[in-house]
Each structure stands twice: as C-alpha cells, then as structure tokens.
C-alpha cells in the first residue's frame, strides 16, 4: 500500500475523530483508530486496484483492436 493511501486512511481517521466528542474519542481509543486507519487505507487500496484491473482491460482490448487493424492494414476493402 502506498505511502499516500497511508496518509490519506490516517486524515479519514482524523476527521472522524475530530467529529467524535471528547467521551467518545475517549472510549474509543488509539488502538481502535489505529485499526480504523488501517481498514481504510485496505480500502482505498483496494478500489485503486479495481480501477487499475479495470484500466488495464482497457488497455488489452485497445491493444488487440490495433493489432488486428494493423494485421488488415493492407487487406482491400470489400464493398
């Protein structure tokens, strides 16, 4: 997981605690905003992945679209 992904789980964590009042914050702890920062950075991993895949697919059905306009360049048209 990237450093970014990191940073950007711990602001999440960070707001939401800042949203929490003094008796919340206190009942839940640094150990259970620890484990939520990691959730959520899992999370933002996660779905950056899917759209990695997804772009990749992309990418693979570009590639032979071209290679198969490429293998048919010459080929005349037929009307």
């Given amino acids: 997981?990237?450093?970014?992904?990191?940073?950007?789980?711990?602001?999440v964590v960070h707001q939401f605690n800042d949203m929490l009042s003094p008796?919340?914050?206190e009942h839940v702890g640094q150990r259970h905003f620890d484990e939520l920062a990691l959730l959520v950075e899992a999370a933002i991993s996660s779905a950056v992945l899917e759209e990695m895949e997804g772009v990749a697919d992309r990418l693979e059905a570009l590639a032979r679209e071209m290679r198969n306009q490429a293998e048919h360049?010459?080929?005349?048209?037929?009307?």
């Fill in 1 to 11: 997981m990237s450093h970014r992904h990191r940073e950007h789980a711990r602001q």
């Fill in 23 to 25: 008796s919340g914050r």
């Fill in 73 to 79: 360049f010459d080929t005349p048209a037929t009307d």
